[in-house]
């Protein structure tokens, strides 16, 4: 089970921390990373961490900004959101998965889902 909490609303060029807590998990053995949902629009990969190899993907347009980090002994995974823009406003998930991290940009198999926190980003 994924706990995700940190959204709320921000101005543009302003910043925000997202927390996801795992629980009922071998945290430190999963990928983990987040995704967001715009309005109207399908759900995307955002960033992701690996477990064994630590390789971190960022999406294109956020790569500078956001930071994705995980405390194992807390089992939690951050996402540190700085100059955030309206194009960022979405609901973001944090996401778990169990597969090696060659499989790290496949949602299908994030088996663990939180329940979503909305950012909205004013301009």
């Known amino acids: 089970q994924l706990q995700a909490s940190g959204g709320g609303l921000v101005q543009a060029g302003g910043s925000l921390r997202l927390s996801c807590v795992a629980s009922?998990?071998?945290?430190?053995?999963?990928?983990l990373g987040w995704f967001r949902q715009a309005p109207g629009k399908g759900r995307e990969l955002v960033t992701a961490?690996?477990?064994?190899?630590?390789?971190?993907y960022y999406k294109d347009s956020v790569n500078g900004r956001f930071t994705i980090s995980r405390d194992n002994a807390k089992n939690t995974v951050y996402l540190q959101m700085n100059s955030l823009e309206p194009e960022d406003t979405a609901v973001y998930y944090c996401?778990?998965?169990?597969?090696?991290?060659?499989?790290?940009?496949?949602?299908?198999?994030?088996?663990?889902w939180g329940q979503g926190t909305l950012v909205t980003v004013s301009s």
């Open positions: 996401a778990a998965s169990g597969y090696s991290d060659e499989y790290l940009y496949d949602e299908d198999k994030y088996s663990y």
């Open positions: 009922g998990l071998r945290f430190s053995l999963y990928a």
């Open positions: 961490l690996g477990w064994r190899s630590g390789k971190r």
